[in-house]
Nanobody, 115 residues
Framework: QVQLVESGGGLVQTGGSLRLSCAVS????????MGWYRQAPGKQRELVAT???????NYADFVKGRFTISRDNAKKTVYLQMNSLKPEDTAVYYC?????????WGQGTHVTVSS
């Protein structure tokens, strides 16, 4: 079973930055497209950004130009650099395979942006 461990969240003011990390235990990590998702209170989980095995990236419109996804295949880790944070970015952030997730999810990492 794949294990995903997200970290790096916290409380930040509007306009601030955070860098999230996700360690993935998948044996063939380097062949998967990976994504960062988020779930705000009372809302459904949504896909924020994806990165292919070769490093191609795609972003949801609401984070384009502010967030950057990257990966280190040797470390089996996915990153999300978040800049110019807004209160509406407040959510629990998860990483997983994209667009079809693995069978399990990590605990996520909480991001709170204060106004």
């Amino acid at each position: 079973q794949v294990q995903l461990v997200e970290s790096g969240g916290g409380l930040v003011q509007t306009g601030g930055s955070l860098r999230l990390s996700c360690a993935v235990s998948a044996t063939f990590f380097n062949i998967y497209t990976m994504g960062w998702y988020r779930q705000a209170p009372g809302k459904q989980r949504e896909l924020v950004a994806t990165i292919t095995k070769s490093g191609g990236t795609n972003y949801a419109d609401f984070v384009k130009g502010r967030f950057t996804i990257s990966r280190d295949n040797a470390k089996k880790t996915v990153y999300l650099q978040m800049n110019s944070l807004k209160p509406e970015d407040t959510a629990v952030y998860y990483c997983n395979r994209a667009p079809e997730s693995f069978g399990s999810w990590g605990q996520g990492t909480h991001v709170t942006v204060s106004s």
